[in-house]
Antibody, heavy 116, light 107 residues
Framework: EVQLVESGGGLVQPGGSLRLSCAASGFTFSSYWMHWVRQAPGKGLVWVSRINSDGSSTSYADSVKGRFTISRDNAKNTLYLQMNSLRAEDTAVYYC?????????WGQGTLVTVSS | EIVMTQSPATLSVSPGERATLSCRASQSVSSNLAWYQQKPGQAPRLLIYDASTRATGLPARFSGSGSGTEFTLTVSSLQSEDFAVYYCQQYNNWPLTFGGGTEVEIK
């Protein structure tokens, strides 16, 4: 069974940093692209970033480019999202998801709240 | 970026009735369109990809159609577990973009 478990969310002040993790199991992690998608409270889904299977290629939404960094450790079956210079508008549940362009499986999400 | 527009925002349907959800793309996405279902407090779940292919295990009452800029998700006979928010997503161009969602509520 595919499992994706996010962690690392919490309350952070504007301008602060946070690193999210997504632990994967039940599939060959190193064979799949992975994504981060976020959902602000009561709002819709917004794609944030993706990384290819070996970590050599990444892309970002314009809203986070230069502030967020996606990475992965295939030996640890873990996906990461380093978030710097956080803003109030980054407040959301952050989901990791598996797949190249269709998001086949999703984690349960981790809540990031940016507030003073 | 490609803008995805879903209508209606809310659809009130009685159990057993048919629900038809629409999704429009601001430019052609060919058949590179997926549908997801999200229930309160849960993560989204993939339903349909390539505009009309059902995900593994999805009941046959769910069907997708369309290509280019106009797409439809149909639930032929709504069951209690189908009341949820549905999102379309295009993957023809980067960035991936989602529609704003259609909430299917009990009438």
């Amino acid at each position: 069974e595919v499992q994706l478990v996010e962690s690392g969310g919490g309350l952070v002040q504007p301008g602060g940093s946070l690193r999210l993790s997504c632990a994967a199991s039940g599939f060959t992690f190193s064979s799949y692209w992975m994504h981060w998608v976020r959902q602000a409270p009561g709002k819709g889904l917004v794609w944030v970033s993706r990384i290819n299977s070996d970590g050599s290629s990444t892309s970002y939404a314009d809203s986070v480019k230069g502030r967020f960094t996606i990475s992965r450790d295939n030996a640890k079956n873990t996906l990461y999202l380093q978030m710097n210079s956080l803003r109030a508008e980054d407040t959301a549940v952050y989901y990791c998801a598996r797949g190249r362009t269709t998001l086949l499986n999703w984690g349960q999400g981790t809540l990031v709240t940016v507030s003073s | 970026e490609i803008v995805m527009t879903q209508s209606p925002a809310t659809l009130s349907v009685s159990p057993g009735e048919r629900a038809t959800l629409s999704c429009r793309a601001s430019q052609s996405v060919s058949s590179n369109l997926a549908w997801y279902q999200q229930k309160p407090g849960q993560a989204p779940r993939l339903l349909i990809y390539d505009a009309s292919t059902r995900a593994t295990g999805l009941p046959a009452r769910f069907s997708g159609s369309g290509s280019g800029t106009e797409f439809t998700l149909t639930v032929s006979s709504l069951q209690s577990e189908d009341f949820a928010v549905y999102y379309c997503q295009q993957y023809n161009n980067w960035p991936l973009t989602f529609g704003g969602g259609t909430e299917v509520e009990i009438k």
